[in-house]
């Protein structure tokens, strides 16, 4: 009773409500470290986890990556956490992960596992280059090139490309390819951030542990289930597609020196988002279809290559192991996994991609996919920009849309700050694994370089844009959000002034300047000839005004995607010819895929109809008899 009264009187004397506060703030800091304990131990075996699932050992350059695997992950785990992307559950792949020791992020225990909150301002520092980013212009117009102060690079220079590119253009020289991580090994000394210590055992060992647990895991997936019992065959038409291009237009616009060579008939694209790329996707159709061609086209009808995981081959719609590849042309998207794809295509596949500056990549990317976990809770791009530690997090399985996405798109972790000495390794790999890197900012030129290089006419890459953005939705830039973007997306940045770089480099080597005009002109006079035959106003139009629903491109996010009507009153071929033109991606390919598995097709098509009628007697009240 005692204690009790002399405990009512604490409260009521300043020296006692002072303990009363001492004695709960240590209370507060000790409950406060426990759980910081118990958190620290939580995230230690989710990295296990990871670990134990992690199958990126699948590379087509084993050892540049595997003695210099800073390039795909320059940074420690604290800088860059391990997404749930950079996991491929395919029984394929698993198998041979052992023979293959590259394309894994970092996966280290460390005590800080947390990404660091730097906003976009603190990114500046980062930038090594003061050049001005090229403004890019609609399709590479020189109308529009001049209306914005723009010219294309004087490159006076003829050089030859350096030795080092010419040394990396074939994967077999793999001696050669030694020597070159030998000096990288040597001068990296200088790049502490490159020289982290891997837990490369702790991975082999792990992942050899659980390899028949996860394939038995990975074959009980419900779109492997669906292949294995639906078993696609390839088929040709018996008639072949007409070739007619072009109704009504003149002929005779081919290059003098394209009946000097044979057009190349394997073909291999890698689609990089929002960067012109469903253009050329239509290009390519067209030209496969024209010509009978076989396309790799994603299993049960799909629209993409197992997007956002690495490529595997097992994903093909009628691919079989152990046979020679069967396809002409590969353009879905994908991940890029160059080895995967020696599985599918023939060893003269002619490999090329596309790169759009990243200043107006991610202004349309903000807009495309407004969804994404980055920017959804973003008032508008600067919001983003000004706030990414609040609004990004690497440890979202869509975070790729976000920062770096065609460096993600090329295979390589899209996260962390990179040296100048390994974004010029990355951009040798791309170099020595594809053909030819063209530039969205030129998209005339592009296709005038990409025709020769294939040995096409000028009616073969002729286009419409496709899946092309209402530009009068979006706001001009500021100097500062154009900083901040390049900054934030530096990876891609030191890509595209790369290539963009390489791309001129390699039009005044092959072709000269005085072609190229030339060729761009005729161009532009074909697609003009085109649009009077076959386009209502000669031009696009908003989403609402299309007039044909089934070419009506699919409306994402919050971008306004444009269309196009056909004139009235054409014939049958025209008719057919024109909406090849202009049909969208989505209904594009599924026309392909009903062509080349017409059973399958049926069989899915059957089973949809089946499934939507039954969701909809679902959904049918119920009714009361009396």
């Not at 990556?65 to 394929?92: D, Y």
């Not at 294309?152 to 253009?169: D, E, F, G, N, Y």
């Not at 499934?611 to 009714?623: E, G, L, N, T, W």
Request: charged content about 20%; overall charge positive; hydrophobic content about 35%.
């Amino acid at each position: 009773m005692y204690v009790f009264k002399k405990a009512q009187l604490v409260p009521k004397s300043q020296l006692g409500r002072f303990w009363i506060l001492i004695t709960f703030i240590s209370i507060l800091c000790i409950s406060l470290q426990m759980l910081g304990n118990l958190q620290q131990i939580s995230c230690k075996q989710e990295i296990k986890h990871l670990i134990l699932q992690q199958n990126i050992n699948l590379q087509q350059t084993s050892q540049v990556w595997k003695n210099h695997n800073s390039t795909l992950s320059p940074h420690p785990l604290s800088n860059a956490p391990i997404s749930r992307t950079e996991i491929t559950p395919t029984q394929g792949s698993l198998q041979r992960m052992k023979e293959n020791q590259a394309l894994n992020p970092t996966l280290q225990l460390q005590n800080d596992l947390s990404y660091p909150e730097e906003n976009a301002s603190d990114d500046l520092k980062w930038l090594s280059y003061t050049s001005k980013y090229p403004t890019p212009t609609l399709w590479g117009t020189e109308k529009a090139a001049k209306g914005k102060g723009q010219t294309p690079p004087q490159i006076k220079s003829s050089r030859p490309l350096p030795k080092a590119v010419h040394i990396m253009r074939r994967e077999t020289e793999t001696g050669k390819k030694k020597e070159m991580v030998d000096s990288i090994g040597a001068s990296q000394q200088n790049h502490p951030q490159g020289t982290e210590q891997k837990d490369s055992e702790l991975l082999t060992d792990l992942a050899d542990t659980n390899r028949a647990q996860a394939q038995r895991r990975v074959m009980k997936a419900p779109l492997f289930r669906r292949k294995k019992s639906f078993e696609g065959q390839l088929t040709r038409p018996k008639t072949p597609v007409s070739l007619f291009l072009a109704p009504g237009l003149p002929d005779g616009l081919d290059s003098s020196h394209e009946a000097a060579c044979t057009p190349k008939t394997h073909i291999f694209f890698l689609k990089v988002h929002k960067s012109a790329s469903s253009t050329i996707m239509n290009i390519l159709f067209r030209f496969g279809e024209q010509r009978n061609l076989t396309f790799a086209l994603p299993v049960n009808q799909f629209s993409q290559l197992f997007y956002p995981f690495y490529f595997v081959a097992e994903v093909v719609e009628g691919f079989k192991d152990g046979t020679s590849p069967s396809f002409d042309i590969m353009c879905h998207h994908m991940r890029f996994l160059k080895k995967e794809v020696q599985r599918v295509m023939p060893n003269d596949t002619f490999y090329f991609s596309i790169l759009r500056s990243p200043i107006h990549l991610m202004e349309s990317s903000f807009m495309y996919f407004k969804a994404s976990s980055s920017f959804i809770n973003a008032k508008n791009l600067d919001d983003f920009l000004n706030h990414t530690s609040k609004f990004y997090n690497p440890l979202r399985p869509d975070s790729h849309y976000g920062r770096n996405l065609m460096t993600f798109d090329f295979g390589f972790n899209h996260n962390g700050k990179v040296s100048t000495h390994h974004t010029q390794l990355l951009a040798q790999i791309i170099e020595s694994q594809f053909d030819l890197v063209l530039i969205a900012e030129y998209f005339d030129e592009s296709m005038v370089l990409l025709k020769d290089s294939l040995c096409w006419s000028l009616d073969d890459v002729v286009s419409f844009p496709i899946n092309q953005q209402d530009a009068s939705y979006h706001s001009p830039l500021s100097s500062s959000t154009i900083q901040k973007i390049q900054s934030w997306n530096k990876l891609d940045w030191e890509l595209y002034l790369h290539f963009n770089r390489t791309f001129w480099e390699r039009i005044n080597q092959s072709m000269g300047r005085e072609y190229l005009q030339q060729e761009v002109a005729a161009l532009r006079r074909r697609r003009k000839q085109l649009a009077k035959t076959c386009l209502q106003g000669e031009q696009s139009v908003h989403s609402w005004e299309i007039q044909d629903k089934l070419l009506a491109p699919l409306q994402y996010g919050k971008a306004r995607i444009l269309g196009y009507n056909l004139k009235h009153g054409l014939d049958k071929a025209t008719k057919q010819a024109c909406q090849s033109f202009v049909t969208p991606e989505l209904q594009y390919s599924e026309r392909l895929y009903k062509r080349q598995f017409p059973q399958k097709a049926l069989r899915l098509s059957q089973a949809k109809k089946r499934s939507k009628a039954h969701s909809m007697k679902k959904q049918r009240p119920f009714k009361h008899h009396s």
